[in-house]
């Protein structure tokens, strides 16, 4: 079974930055698309950027374009996301996610395998 593991959250101030690691156990996987969600108490998940396989391609939630980054590091089957300039709106918890396919989507259904999470807290 393919298992993700995140790690990198942790207590910012704002302006802060973070880097979130996920270690994908599986290598397959690992070049598939992979993607960062987000999830806020009472909130839904949201997609937070992703990098497609091959032509590793990326998105970026609009909230997070030009802060954040997500980039692999295929040798180490490890997907990463760099955050800079933090609000406390990105307080959440952070999970990686390996797609079934090369193609990312924003739709959670297209991921078959997440990570346990990792909490991100931005202070004010």
């Known amino acids: 079974q393919v298992q993700l593991v995140e790690s990198g959250g942790g207590s910012v101030q704002a302006g802060g930055s973070l880097r979130l690691s996920c270690v994908v156990s599986?290598?397959?996987?690992?070049?598939?698309?992979m993607a960062w969600f987000r999830q806020a108490p009472g909130k839904e998940r949201e997609s937070v950027a992703g990098?497609?396989?091959?032509?590793?391609?990326?998105y970026y939630a609009d909230s997070v374009k030009g802060r954040f980054t997500i980039s692999r590091d295929s040798a180490q089957n490890t997907v990463y996301l760099q955050m800079n300039s933090l609000k406390p709106e990105d307080t959440a918890m952070y999970y990686c996610?390996?797609?079934?396919?090369?193609?990312?989507?924003?739709?959670?259904?297209?991921?078959?395998?997440w990570g346990q999470g990792t909490q991100v807290t931005v202070s004010s």
């Open positions: 996610a390996a797609g079934a396919g090369v193609y990312c989507s924003r739709w959670l259904a297209r991921y078959a395998y």
């Open positions: 990098i497609s396989g091959g032509s590793d391609s990326t």
């Open positions: 599986e290598y397959t996987y690992s070049r598939n698309c």
